[in-house]
């Protein structure tokens, strides 16, 4: 089951708003087949491993075991149920590392494989598996994406200089760890400040992989047409009080002004099928989702060898349990997990 989750991760960043998923048929303990879910609308798992088995070992598969680390699906979407799949082969037993809560296949991948004879074993390294595809999972439960909070900080708890002046807090390793995460992730939001101040591109640059969704919230449109989010050639969705229309790849999506923005927010992801956020700042708009106690994950990253004694202060996490943290040089990188979620 390892090999599988080692294999799903191969499918990061390519294959949302769908799960990540790896499986190995093992025949006599040796592994004959081995296939991951590659790319978003493309075979499954199940199909890439069944497909990968050698000529010369095809007449093992009735006599196989296959690990899966997700439930087979059951029902017809871009692909055919995987679990009609694995009874037409004649597989014996299967073994799964945990459910799949997207209702068209909770219980009836599962279901389907024992009404068929097929030995069931669940629950297999079900923590971690749950923990791979956190983004799938929160999406079906609680209808929206799941939210990572992003910063950097100074030592003494700054976020940029007096002014709106930009800071280099990170040092250029961390910036490729948080290029990933920005590669795996199906969107990105930043503040009005921050996109009129700071001019991010928000694009994947550091580290190999597809750009998010960009997101800006712009209530006025009043900020500069030629700022960086308005030029490049990658989805972009302005949030604003004035105007819902599409112009190329941007879209304007018109908000109302009397519910909170992060709530409409949820909403217009969930029905864009997008499965993950990331939230990179400024204060204001992290302050907004950690006030709310609408988030699900928080990076925050501390240059230890860093102090400027004045500037726009850091938010402030009021809640969540320290999850994970190491060094990247003087960059000390926490992740914080939100219990109340
Ligand atoms: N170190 C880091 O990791 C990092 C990352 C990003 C940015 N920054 C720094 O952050 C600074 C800007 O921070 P900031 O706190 O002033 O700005 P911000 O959050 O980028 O932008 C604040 C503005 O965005 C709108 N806004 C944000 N959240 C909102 C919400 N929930 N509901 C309604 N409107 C919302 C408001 O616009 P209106 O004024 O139109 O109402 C608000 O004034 C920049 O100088 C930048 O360098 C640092």
Redesign the pocket.
């Known amino acids: 089951m390892n090999r599988c989750l080692q294999l799903a991760q191969l499918g990061a960043g390519y294959v949302a708003p769908n799960p990540m998923v790896g499986a190995v048929l093992l025949y006599n303990d040796t592994i004959i087949g081995e296939g991951y879910h590659q790319k978003y609308g493309e075979a499954h798992a199940e199909v890439n491993c069944i497909n990968s088995v050698a000529e010369e070992h095809k007449q093992l598969i009735p006599l196989s075991k296959l690990y899966v680390s997700l439930e087979p699906c059951a029902h017809y979407g871009k692909t055919g149920p995987c679990a009609h799949l694995i009874v037409q082969h004649k597989i014996p037993e299967v073994v799964i590392a945990c459910r799949d809560s997207f209702e068209k296949v909770n219980g009836h991948g599962v279901q389907h494989l024992k009404d068929a004879g097929i030995k069931v074993t669940e629950g297999v390294l079900e923590k971690e598996a749950l923990d791979l595809n956190k983004r799938f999972f929160t999406f079906h439960e609680k209808k929206r994406p799941y939210i990572i909070l ?4 100074t030592n003494d708890l700054f ?3 007096t002014g ?4 280099a ?1 990170s040092n250029e390793y961390t910036n490729r760890f948080t290029h990933r995460l920005r590669a795996e992730a199906a969107a990105i939001i ?6 009129r ?2 001019n ?1 591109s928000l694009t994947v640059r550091n580290w190999p992989g597809k750009n998010p969704l960009r997101i800006i ?4 449109l ?1 900020l500069s047409p030629n700022l960086a989010f308005n030029k490049q050639d990658i989805s972009t969705v302005i949030l604003n009080f004035l105007r819902e229309e599409h112009s190329g790849n941007i879209q304007f999506f018109k908000l109302n002004e009397k519910d ?3 709530d409409q927010l949820m909403k217009f992801l969930f029905e864009k099928n997008i499965n993950s956020l990331i939230v ?10 950690i006030d709310l106690a609408l988030w699900d994950e928080a990076m925050v ?1 501390t240059n230890s060898k860093f102090e400027t004694g004045t500037g ?1 202060s ?1 938010p402030v996490l009021t809640e969540g349990k320290l999850f994970q943290h190491f060094n990247i040089l003087s960059d000390r990188i926490e992740i914080f997990k939100n219990l109340k979620q």
């Open positions: 992003k910063w950097a900080q976020i940029a200089n709106f002046e930009k800071l807090i930043v503040g009005t400040n921050t996109a101040y700071d991010p919230i712009d209530k006025q009043s909170s923005i992060p990179e700042g400024g204060t204001q708009l992290l302050q907004s989702f990253i726009i850091a």
